[in-house]
Every structure is written in structure tokens, then in C-alpha cells.
């Protein structure tokens, strides 16, 4: 690497990056397109601000999200480049991670001239640079490790330094999360409630099982399991509502959640088998209130009415905050009498590690619910997506 590729670099950096303007941006694309020898160098320092936002607290998703909701496509795809690559490099950072690894995208396509793909590398640099630290997050213990993978202790566990673990630890988890993940594919794509009800009834209850298998094995593990924590997405529009129906799911599952209005993600804090169950629900229902919001806001329309930004957005506030009654309801009869106290004890562990995480929270009050219609139909998708109570083991 030369001083004068380090020099156009910096110049560019210097206009680009730091003046923050128009004007600079194109001058930092200029100098840079004018000299492919700087192309290199302006990868590697792609790759530490990369390294940057994960020592600030964000992870492959987070980044993509956020590139995602404040440029462009071809800026997204640039943003996985540099991931996969300094994932070359990277320290091995669990399950979790690994999952957001394989789900970037694919790489741009080529045929971009020189200014304009440099006037898109300086853009994604000046959104990394100026990503905001972030509470630091790890995968709970327990985290499953993919469909088949054998679960046991980390890496760094006493009594298992390598992270191995016997083959058949995981094989149940695995089966009961495929069937998990079956059965609420099946309730999204039918165009039956009674029978999308059912099978997000079934789901939950598998949910229920799940969760309750991890509770027991991890209280009478040598070394009791611990909370951990997920971002989950919470994309606009209506995010504040989406916010309230993915914090009354996470509720419901022994965990907690705070929502990033900014950011546009929620930090959901729990156990893993519960992380995963919050995700799952979450992610379904979601897609369930969206299509029965599309098919009553069609009949609205059929009727003369043309509001439909408000039509949505009670629709989706009335969803979220009935699914939420229902869940919190089903909350109190979830596990039998003598698995109470286990339960307890996780949940004041997760209140422990949330507080930790977030000292100071504030609630908020949902914004521009005023279309009587939409709240009527949101109430009623949300009990045909009813989701049955935890009932616990069979």
C-alpha cells in the first residue's frame, strides 16, 4: 500500500466523510474514482468500520436493517460485502450471529461505473461511522445452534472447553422447532381462520412444552442457565403498534421487551427456548394481522371509504393490544402449580438482566388511533389468530 493510496483515501474520507455535504460527497467519489489504486485500501477500511460498529454493540442484522431503512438496495448489498468479509477475520461469535451471516444478501451486481459505486461506498461509510453505541448483546446459553445441531454447553464451558456436546442433546429441540415453524407456515398461508387459529393453537402449546422442558433441565443443571437477549426488527409503517403486539407476545413468554423507536428494533430479553418462541409468534402473527388487515381494508374500500392510512393504523393498534388481553389472560394458567417456583425464578432473573441492560425506560402512549372501523376489524383478526394458553407438558 502506497502513501499515495493512502492519500487519496484519506482526502476522499476528509470530504466525504467528515464535511458531510453534497458537494464533499461527490469531491470524496471523484478523487476516489480517478484512482483504482485506492480501491484496496478503501475496502480494508471498510472492514474497520465494520469492526467498529461490533465493538459499539451491533450485530450483521442491526447493520442491515439500518442501511436498509436509510439508503438503498445496492448499498445493502454493499454492507454485506464487508461483512462477509471481516467475518473472514472475525473471532467465532455464536449461533445467533452465524444465522445473520448466512442471511445477507447477494453481492452487487457489477457494471456500476466508478463515480457511482464510490458515491455509494462513501454514503454506507458515513452511516457506519455515525451508528450510535448500542447495549452489547450475547446468545443466551442454550441457544440452539440450527435445525439438527447439537446443543450443550459454549465454548469456554468448565468441563467442555472445545464447546462439544453428545449428538443427542439437540435432536428433540430441533424436531420440536421445525414443527413449530410447520405449523405457523401453515397458519399464515391458510385462508381459513378456524383453521390458522388451530394451528397457532397447536403451535403455542408446542411453545409451551418447549419452554418448560428447558426451565426443568436448566434448574437441574450443575450450572444454572442465564438470560440473554435478541434484537428483533420492528419495520415501518405502524411500528408503534407492531412494537405493542411484539412487547405482549414477549410478555406472554417470560421475556421483556424495549422498543428502539429510533433504531427501529425492539431488544427482547429472556431464555433461549423463549427468545426463539417470542420470534416465531411474533413473525407469524404479524404476517397473519397484515393479510386480514389487506382483505378488510379491501372491503372498506368496496364500501366508498378511502381512509386508509388510518383505517390501518387502528386496524394494527386494535390487533396488537387485543392479542395481548388474550395472551396476558392465558399467561396466568400457563404451567401447573409445582413448576411455578422455576418459573418465578426465571422471570426475576429476566427482569435482573433487563435492568441491567436498560436502567431507565419510559412507556409511550399509542399515537393516531382514530378510525372506529379499523378498530373493530383489528379486534376481530386478532381472535381469529388466537393463540391458545401455555398449558406445559402433555
Not at 412507556?363 to 376481530?380: F, H, P, Q, Y
Request: charged share 25%; hydrophobic share 45%; with cysteine.
Amino acid at each position: 500500500m502506497s502513501s499515495n493510496t493512502t492519500s487519496t483515501v484519506e482526502r476522499a474520507f476528509q470530504a466525504a466523510l467528515y464535511d458531510g455535504t453534497d458537494s464533499g460527497l461527490d469531491a470524496g467519489a471523484s478523487l476516489l474514482a480517478a484512482d483504482p489504486a485506492a480501491d484496496a485500501e478503501l475496502a480494508r477500511r471498510g472492514g474497520e468500520f465494520v469492526a467498529a460498529a461490533w465493538r459499539r454493540g451491533w450485530q450483521p442484522a442491526d447493520v442491515v436493517r439500518m442501511v436498509r431503512r436509510d439508503l438503498e438496495d445496492a448499498h445493502v448489498r454493499l454492507a454485506a460485502v464487508l461483512i462477509r468479509a471481516q467475518a473472514l477475520a472475525d473471532r467465532p461469535r455464536g449461533p445467533r450471529w452465524a444465522a445473520q451471516l448466512a442471511a445477507l444478501p447477494a453481492a452487487p451486481e457489477h457494471g456500476t461505473d466508478r463515480f457511482s459505486h464510490a458515491t455509494a461506498v462513501l454514503e454506507l461509510y458515513r452511516l457506519l461511522l455515525r451508528l450510535p453505541a448500542l447495549e452489547p448483546l450475547a446468545d443466551p446459553p442454550g441457544t440452539p445452534r440450527g435445525p439438527g445441531a447439537p446443543r450443550g454447553p459454549g465454548p469456554g464451558t468448565p468441563g467442555d472447553p472445545h464447546g462439544a456436546a453428545a449428538p443427542d442433546q439437540g435432536r428433540p429441540a430441533a424436531r420440536m422447532l421445525s414443527r413449530i415453524r410447520a405449523l405457523l407456515a401453515k397458519a399464515e398461508a391458510t385462508g381459513f381462520p378456524e383453521e390458522a387459529e388451530a394451528l397457532s393453537a397447536k403451535a403455542q402449546e408446542l411453545m409451551a412444552r418447549h419452554s418448560v422442558d428447558e426451565a426443568l433441565l436448566a434448574a437441574e443443571a450443575p450450572a444454572p442457565d442465564a438470560p440473554g437477549a435478541w434484537r428483533i426488527g420492528v419495520e415501518p409503517p405502524y411500528e408503534q403498534a407492531k412494537a405493542v403486539l411484539l412487547d405482549a407476545v414477549a410478555t406472554a413468554n417470560h421475556c421483556r421487551a424495549v422498543w428502539d423507536e429510533s433504531l427501529g428494533f425492539s431488544t427482547v430479553v429472556g431464555f433461549a427456548a423463549d427468545l426463539e418462541a417470542v420470534e416465531l409468534l411474533y413473525t407469524s402473527l404479524l404476517v397473519q394481522a397484515t393479510r386480514a388487515m389487506a382483505k378488510a381494508e379491501a372491503a372498506q374500500r368496496a364500501g366508498g371509504r378511502k381512509r386508509t392510512k388510518t383505517f390501518r393504523q387502528s386496524f394494527l393498534a386494535a390487533y396488537a393490544h387485543r392479542v395481548g388481553d388474550r395472551l396476558t389472560a392465558a399467561a396466568a394458567t400457563q404451567a401447573a402449580p409445582d413448576l411455578l417456583p422455576v418459573l418465578a425464578t426465571r422471570e426475576v432473573a429476566v427482569s435482573e438482566h433487563l435492568e441491567r441492560m436498560f436502567p431507565r425506560t419510559t412507556s409511550t402512549r399509542l399515537r393516531g388511533v382514530s378510525d372506529a372501523a379499523g378498530w373493530t376489524e383489528g379486534r376481530r383478526a386478532a381472535d381469529r389468530a388466537q393463540v391458545a394458553a401455555r398449558t406445559g407438558l402433555e
